[in-house]
């Protein structure tokens, strides 16, 4: 038996990319996966694929963390190998290929990790430039740190959710008028990010030099920082965003390495501001990949509305581990980092649909209905793919409805 991939699939060989899954007769444990298939991991352990390189059924858990944790030898080796059997026809594959193959239809797919801790950066110059001309329209849109170093704030790890979770509408205050009142959000928002996975940890008091910054990435999902804007309005000063962002964050249940993804790299935008020692970089490089979002309404219309890229990113991954670090603040294994919201230059690249509605005003079209922000029973998709002469690999897509 071969394993058929077709050729637009986003989980050909050159990716393999890693999650967590359960199947109707079976508990949670770690696949890989490949065309419209999962490679059972934890079975390939028992059947002593692994050749002792791995002394315990890291596989057969309800997290990638401790296998992550092994460090890049053991992810490199475990791709090499996965690699062999697929590309060559064996006697072991011939008899054990229905124990470890399994249909993606007929799994459940789960947050991949067990996530200590959450940042999400502010990187995108053009996202954070529209927001500053939206609500500082008589002052310079980006504030006078932006340019001097990667800005942040710590995001709620418990909230964290995967594909075809439902989103609750949240509730909190909202200043309407000069009035105060407790109320459902009314411009509930996406965020089109990047999420990077740390792979690797760095001692407290230890900060990350930037040449070594990747080092410690293990790989990256897409992120769906999903945004209510009207709660997130009245809170965020002095202190940043809190009731408006910890609702929810959707990230996709399959974790695309590093190893996969150095293939797609492209040159970074230039800095105009010269950045400090630590966060200057011998050469500037983005992934090239193409995240596209969409809406599907309960009235079956889907569109989509945006398509943005990583390369725009103003802040590179290394940039920012770099100066998450610098204070000697400690990464640890499996921490999740989001890049911030992705947005290019022209509107159909922007992030969220506060800039591409700008704040409401300009309604965007779903088949015959409109949007400016999210309603009930829409479905938030988000999707990507890296592309490089004939080789492809994607991150799948991550789907949320919003339900009250």
Not at 12 to 31: C, D, E, M, V
Not at 108 to 133: C, Q, R, W
Not at 188 to 217: Q, R, T
Not at 264 to 293: C, G, H, M, W
Request: aromatic letters at 10%; a negative charge; charged letters at 20%.
């Amino acid at each position: 038996m071969n394993i058929q991939i077709d050729s637009d699939s986003h989980f050909s060989i050159h990716n393999l990319p890693y999650g967590i899954f359960s199947t109707p007769t079976k508990h949670k444990r770690a696949g890989i996966a490949i065309g419209n298939q999962i490679i059972d991991l934890s079975v390939l352990y028992e059947l002593s694929f692994f050749e002792n390189k791995i002394h315990s059924n890291v596989f057969n858990q309800s997290s990638l963390n401790d296998f992550i944790a092994l460090g890049k030898d053991v992810w490199m080796y475990v791709r090499k190998i996965i690699q062999e059997l697929i590309n060559e026809e064996s006697d072991f594959f011939t008899k054990n290929h229905a124990q470890f193959l399994f249909q993606q239809s007929e799994a459940i797919m789960y947050v991949p990790l067990n996530i200590g801790d959450y940042t999400d950066f502010y990187s995108s110059e053009e996202h954070a430039s529209n927001v500053g001309k939206m609500f500082r329209p008589t002052m310079d849109p980006l504030l006078p740190n932006w340019k001097h170093m990667p800005i942040a704030y710590h995001g709620r790890s418990s909230s964290i959710i995967t594909t075809k979770q439902n989103i609750n509408r949240p509730n909190g205050q909202i200043l309407k008028g000069e009035d105060v009142i407790f109320s459902e959000s009314k411009s509930l928002d996406i965020e089109i990010e990047l999420g990077f996975i740390i792979g690797k940890s760095n001692n407290l008091g230890e900060p990350i030099d930037i040449k070594n910054a990747l080092e410690h990435v293990f790989g990256c999902v897409l992120l769906n920082d999903f945004s209510a804007r009207d709660i997130q309005r009245w809170e965020y000063q002095p202190l940043g965003p809190f009731l408006g962002k910890n609702f929810a964050t959707a990230i996709s249940p399959w974790i695309v390495t590093m190893e996969a993804l150095k293939q797609f790299t492209t040159d970074a935008p230039t800095q105009s501001q010269q950045v400090l020692p630590y966060l200057q970089e011998e050469k500037r490089l983005n992934f090239d990949i193409e995240i596209s979002f969409e809406i599907e309404t309960a009235k079956q219309n889907k569109a989509t509305v945006a398509v943005t890229n990583s390369k725009y990113l103003y802040w590179t991954m290394e940039q920012q581990v770099a100066h998450h670090t610098v204070n000697g603040c400690n990464l640890r294994v499996g921490d999740l980092l989001g890049t911030g919201t992705i947005s290019g230059k022209e509107k159909s690249s922007f992030g969220s649909l506060l800039e591409l509605t700008w704040n409401g005003k300009e309604p965007i079209n779903i088949g015959d209905e409109q949007r400016t922000f999210l309603q009930d029973g829409d479905t938030a998709i988000l999707s990507a793919v890296c592309k490089n002469g004939d080789k492809q690999i994607g991150f799948g897509e991550v789907r949320n409805m919003i339900v009250s």
